[in-house]
């Protein structure tokens, strides 16, 4: 792998930058591989590493049915944080906020990680009260929750003018989360594309699954692509919304419904807001990136939804609610929208999980997924390669819904 | 947005309405299925790139609420398989 640095940087000016290496080879396909992991995004690709790097499984092909880090992770809106509700949940995304941080020395890749703090803006006593009742929790596993007044949260965030105390909801208050951040979710993709393919795991591109192949015992075997068959004993399925589209086809029913979260950005201004606001009570976030542009997301769709555009309601709800506590944003430009179809589980935590084929993982269930991604890959690593869980995911896997025992969880900013 | 027909106020924009969930199952007796039975009722949704079935409440509206069929790719509401 050619290592990215100040020097590789300014030899290759000198000749023009057309001499850079590919960051990932384009193999032909085998017949076979010890381990298929299906879709290249943030949890195939860091699942793929981590098997790799830390379990020393050499022979892994990431299938990817359109081109890698084009699905959800290319369509989020990059909050990291860790303020969960569940004590089953909380150390898990402590974790991954940490490998985050060291992710630009991890896989030699420029992050752009920015730590710049989420604050949640409270409008209803009851937040007030389930974010108090999460600080508590959080504060035991070492994450970061503080109330502020809203004198504070309007020094802190001066565009924050509304929600006045003649508002149809006043600001109550606030919470302050400085473990959050954002990054480039580009460079998430690339980087563990990278990574991964330095250490021989193989990205077949343009390679979608058309169904999971079972052996006469029952097992997985394989799965059909439109290139043809693909054996292998251990088939991880990494594929965000479309999770029982291919489950589907080994007859598994899983607990996990599909719908469309979307997300807006305007025109690029001068730096304005340097946190990540929440507002959950009126329904919509929204941080600036680097280059100016506020990005919004809102709440998703009513209903399961496949689609991956803003319906008109949405939109509109979300600019209403957004303009009642930044009414200066009218004058922002609203340049793009898109949509992302995500699974969501019965209790709304992730799955990462065995499944009754033997040989068949999946990792599901990521609302608000993007900040699990190392942890994610890493404890999903741990499973396919040792057949037990790690323990940061142990509560994660489907057992819990065979006891009924369910990790009913909050901290999605958005969904309900 | 959708327009979504009302048996007593006819055709209505979907901003009047509040989505009510999927059409779920009879809920069994637990003493009389197995117990994988039961858990499907209970977390088990149809989740197809197609039609499903879902409740909706003319909230807004009459206060009805009703039932149609959707398609989770187009937002289509369409007939759904017991429909004449
Ligand atoms: C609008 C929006 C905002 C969001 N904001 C945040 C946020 O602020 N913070 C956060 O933590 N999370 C956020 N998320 C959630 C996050 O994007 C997802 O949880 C995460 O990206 C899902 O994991 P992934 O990266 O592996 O998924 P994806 O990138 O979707 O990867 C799955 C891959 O599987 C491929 N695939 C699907 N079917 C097949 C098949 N049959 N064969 C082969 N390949 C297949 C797809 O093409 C895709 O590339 C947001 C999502 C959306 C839509
Ligand atoms: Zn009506």
Redesign the interface.
């Known amino acids: 792998m050619q290592r990215y640095s100040l020097f590789s940087l300014a030899r290759n000016a000198l000749s023009g930058h057309r001499n850079w290496a590919r960051a990932w080879r384009s193999p032909p396909l085998q017949p076979a591989y010890d381990v298929v992991i299906i879709g290249a995004g943030g949890h195939g690709l860091a699942t793929a590493y981590y098997l790799a790097k830390e379990f020393g499984q050499k022979n892994i092909a990431v299938l990817e049915r359109g081109w890698l880090g084009g699905g959800n992770i290319a369509r989020n809106t990059v909050t990291i944080r860790s303020n969960y509700m569940r004590d089953e949940s909380i150390p898990f995304y402590v974790k991954s906020v940490a490998m985050f941080e060291d992710l630009t020395r991890e896989l030699n890749f420029n992050m752009m990680h920015s730590k710049r703090t989420m604050v949640d803006v409270v409008q209803t006593y009851s937040r007030m009260r389930e974010l108090r009742r999460r600080q508590l929790t959080m504060d035991i596993y070492g994450s970061t929750y503080e109330p502020i007044s809203t004198e504070e949260l309007r020094r802190r965030i001066p565009a924050l003018t509304g929600g006045g105390p003649d508002a149809r909801l006043p600001i109550l208050g606030g919470m302050v989360h400085t473990d959050a951040g954002v990054n480039r979710h580009d460079a998430v993709a690339w980087g563990y594309a990278r990574g991964a393919d330095a250490l021989g795991v193989e990205i077949h591109q343009k390679t979608a699954v058309q169904s999971l192949i079972r052996g006469a015992d029952g097992a997985i075997a394989g799965v059909q692509t439109n290139r043809g068959k693909v054996r292998a004993a251990k088939v991880v399925v990494a594929v965000s919304g479309h999770t029982t589209t291919v489950t589907e086809t080994a007859g598994l029913k899983l607990p996990l419904r599909t719908m469309n979260l979307t997300a807006f950005v305007s025109e690029p201004v001068k730096p304005l807001v340097d946190v990540i606001v929440n507002c959950p009570d009126s329904g919509f976030y929204f941080s600036q990136s680097d280059k100016g542009e506020m990005v919004i997301g809102g709440a998703p769709d009513a209903g399961q939804s496949f689609r991956r555009d803003i319906k008109q309601t949405v939109f509109e709800d979300t600019v209403t609610a957004m303009l009642s506590l930044f009414p200066a944003f009218q004058k922002l430009k609203l340049m793009r929208q898109w949509g992302g179809h995500l699974d969501i589980a019965h209790d709304a935590s992730p799955i990462m999980s065995k499944t009754d084929v033997a040989g068949l993982f999946i990792t599901a269930g990521w609302w608000g997924g993007y900040k699990a991604i190392p942890a994610g890959g890493l404890t999903l690593a741990h499973l396919v390669a040792r057949g037990e869980p790690h323990p940061l995911m142990a509560a994660f896997t489907l057992e819990r819904f065979r006891h009924l025992d369910f990790v009913m969880e909050s901290g999605t900013t958005t969904a309900r | 947005?959708l327009l979504i027909p009302c048996p007593f106020c006819g055709p209505r924009n979907?901003?009047e309405f509040?989505?009510g969930?999927?059409v779920r199952a009879r809920r069994p007796d637990p003493d009389a299925v197995s117990?994988a039975a039961w858990?499907?009722y209970?977390?088990?949704?149809p989740?197809p790139?197609g039609p499903?079935q879902?409740h909706w409440w003319h909230v807004r509206g009459c206060g009805t609420w009703l039932t149609l069929w959707?398609d989770?790719?187009?937002?289509d509401i369409v007939k759904g398989p017991d429909d004449a």
């Open positions: 947005m979907e901003s509040a989505h969930g999927p117990d858990v499907e209970l977390t088990v949704t989740n790139q499903v879902e959707r989770t790719t187009s937002h």
